[in-house]
C-alpha cells in the first residue's frame, strides 16, 4: 500500500472518529440542554404535575435513546381530556423556555396552585431575562415572604415604678409641686402572630396591660387591645398593613368601672431598607367614654413616623418619632363642663450607646403642644398645653438569663395657659422583658 493510499484512510478514518465524536458529543448537549431546562422548571420536589413529566421524558430518553418528541406531546395533550391547563402550559414552557410571558404565566399559575417554590424559581429564570424590571424581583421577595413558615411570638414584661406625682393633673388630689408620690405595678402581655391565609399573609397583634396603683384603687388601669390585618408587599423594601383596631379600657379594681372602648382602622407601612424613614402610621378610630357626654367622645385621628439617623459611627442610633393628632370631640360639654376638642403636634426623640457588652445607656425627650378649640363651649376659658419631658433609659441584657431589663428616669412638665392644669412630674421605673 502506498504512502498516499495509506494517508487517505487514515485521513478518513480521523474523519469518522471525529463525526462520531461530534455526534456523540451532540446527543449529550442536547440531553443537558433539556435536562437544565427541566430542572428549572421543575424547583418544587412537590409539584407533581413537573415531575411526572420529567420523570416520563426522563424514562423515555433512557430506554429510547431519542430525543424529547416536545411537539408531539403538546398535541397529545390537547387531545386528552384528563390534560389540565398547568400540564399544557408546563409542556409549551419546555418547547420554548426562553418565552417571557409563558414564563410569566407559569410563574402565577405555580403560585394559584400553591407551589411557591416553584414559582420563585420561574421568577428567577424571568429576571435573567428581562433584568431591568423591578417587578420580578418584588415578586420573588413577596413569595419568598409568603414561604415563612408561621410565627408567633409573645412577650411579658413585668414592671414597677415610682411617680412623685402620679396624678399628673390638677382633676384629681395629687400635688402639682409633686410632693405626693405614687406607686404603681404593671404586666404587660403581647401576641404577634404572622401566618398565611388563602395565599395572603396576615399580622394579629394583641395586648393586655394591668396596672396596680397602691395609693388609690380607683387609679387602677386595664387594657385589652386587638389589631388584625393583611401584609402587602408594594415594593421590594417597603410593606403595608391596614388592619381593624378594637381596645376596651376598665378601671378601679374594686369596681371594674367600664372607662372606654375605642373601634377603628389603621395602616402602617414599614420599610425593610436602609433609608432613614422606617415606618409611618395612620389611624382613624373612634372612642367611646361609657359614663361621659358627648364632650369627651370622639373621632380620632393619628398619623405618626419613626425614622433613624446615625449619629457619631454606625453602630449609635438617633431615633426620631414626630406625631401628630385630631382629637374630634362632639358637640357639647364633658362632665366637667370642658370640651376635649383638640389638635396636637409632637415629637419623640430617642438615642442609646453601648458604654459595655450588653448594656446600652441614652437619653429620651418628646414635646407635643396642645391645643383645645372650644374648651368650653358654655363660658370664655381657652386652653392650651406645652408638655416637655426629658428622660435617661438603660437596657441590659442577660442580667438576670434570657432576660431584657429596662432602667429609666424621666422628668415631666406640662405648661399649660391655665395655671390649675400645670404640673410636673418625677418617674423612676424598671422593667423585665421576656420573650418566647
Known amino acids: 500500500m502506498s504512502a498516499i493510499q495509506t494517508s487517505v484512510l487514515d485521513d478518513y478514518a480521523n474523519r469518522n472518529v471525529q463525526m462520531a465524536v461530534a455526534n456523540m458529543i451532540l446527543r449529550i448537549s442536547v440531553f443537558i440542554i433539556v435536562m437544565f431546562a427541566t430542572a428549572v422548571v421543575c424547583q418544587s420536589p412537590g409539584n407533581a404535575v413537573d ?4 420523570r416520563k421524558k426522563l424514562s423515555e430518553h433512557k430506554t429510547q435513546q431519542t430525543n424529547i418528541d416536545i411537539p408531539s406531546m403538546i398535541k397529545t395533550c390537547k387531545q386528552d381530556s384528563n390534560c389540565n391547563d398547568s400540564r399544557y402550559l408546563f409542556l409549551q414552557l419546555l418547547k420554548d423556555p426562553t418565552n417571557l410571558n409563558l414564563n410569566l404565566l407559569y410563574a402565577k399559575d405555580a403560585e394559584r396552585r400553591g407551589k411557591l417554590d416553584t414559582a420563585i424559581a420561574t421568577y428567577r429564570r424571568i429576571v435573567f431575562l428581562d433584568p431591568e424590571n423591578q417587578r420580578w424581583k418584588d415578586n420573588i421577595e413577596r413569595l419568598r415572604d409568603l414561604s415563612k413558615p408561621a410565627n408567633t411570638k409573645f412577650a411579658a414584661v413585668l414592671g414597677f415604678r415610682v411617680d412623685s406625682n402620679g396624678a399628673l393633673d390638677a382633676d384629681r388630689d395629687a400635688d402639682r409641686n409633686g410632693t405626693v408620690a405614687e406607686y404603681n405595678a404593671s404586666m404587660v402581655l403581647t401576641l404577634d402572630d404572622k401566618r398565611v391565609l388563602d395565599g395572603v399573609k396576615y399580622q394579629t397583634t394583641g395586648q393586655f396591660y394591668a396596672d396596680i396603683n397602691h395609693n388609690d384603687s380607683a387609679s387602677d388601669l386595664v387594657l385589652a387591645a386587638l389589631q388584625f390585618g393583611p401584609i402587602l408587599r408594594i415594593s421590594n423594601n417597603w410593606k403595608m398593613r391596614p388592619a381593624l383596631l378594637i381596645d376596651r379600657l376598665i378601671t378601679d379594681r374594686d369596681e371594674r368601672s367600664s372607662f372606654s372602648y375605642s373601634m ?25 367614654f361609657w359614663d361621659e357626654t358627648p364632650g369627651k367622645d370622639a373621632w380620632v385621628l393619628t398619623t405618626s413616623a419613626e425614622i433613624e439617623l446615625p449619629i457619631f459611627n454606625l453602630e449609635n442610633k438617633f431615633r426620631l418619632s414626630p406625631r401628630m393628632v385630631f382629637n374630634n370631640a362632639r358637640g357639647g360639654s364633658g362632665s366637667d363642663g370642658f370640651r376635649d376638642l383638640y389638635y396636637e403636634f409632637g415629637l419623640s426623640t430617642e438615642y442609646s450607646k453601648e458604654i459595655i457588652t ?4 441614652g437619653p429620651t425627650f418628646s414635646y407635643y403642644y396642645r391645643d383645645y378649640l372650644d374648651y368650653e363651649p358654655s363660658g370664655t376659658t381657652s386652653r392650651n398645653d406645652h408638655n416637655f419631658n426629658l428622660g435617661l433609659q438603660a437596657t441590659v441584657i442577660d442580667l438576670i438569663p434570657n432576660i431584657v431589663t429596662l432602667i429609666v428616669y424621666s422628668f415631666e412638665k406640662n405648661k399649660s395657659s391655665l395655671a390649675e392644669e400645670t404640673y410636673r412630674n418625677h418617674t423612676v421605673g424598671i422593667g423585665f422583658v421576656k420573650s418566647f
Do not use: Q
Open 264 to 288: 377603628g382602622a389603621l395602616v402602617s407601612f414599614d420599610n425593610s431598607g436602609d433609608d432613614p424613614l422606617l415606618s409611618t402610621n395612620v389611624s382613624l378610630y373612634h372612642v367611646d
Open 358 to 361: 450588653n448594656l446600652e445607656i
Open 51 to 54: 415531575v411526572k413529566d420529567v
